[in-house]
């Protein structure tokens, strides 16, 4: 029997507008934890 095997990658970006950095450093470090967990 053949076996039909799949893998996704997703490469995602995002930015502000003119990169302009609007996380504050009190909450960056959480909201980067948050995603990764999301993300897996």
Known sequence: M???L???LIHLVY???NRV???A???R???FAYRAG???
């Open 38 to 40: 999301i993300f897996k």
């Open 15 to 17: 930015s502000t507008k």
């Open 21 to 23: 950095p609007s996380i």
């Open 25 to 27: 450093a009190s909450v």
């Open 2 to 4: 053949s076996q039909s």
């Open 6 to 8: 799949v893998k996704n």
């Open 29 to 31: 470090e959480q909201l």
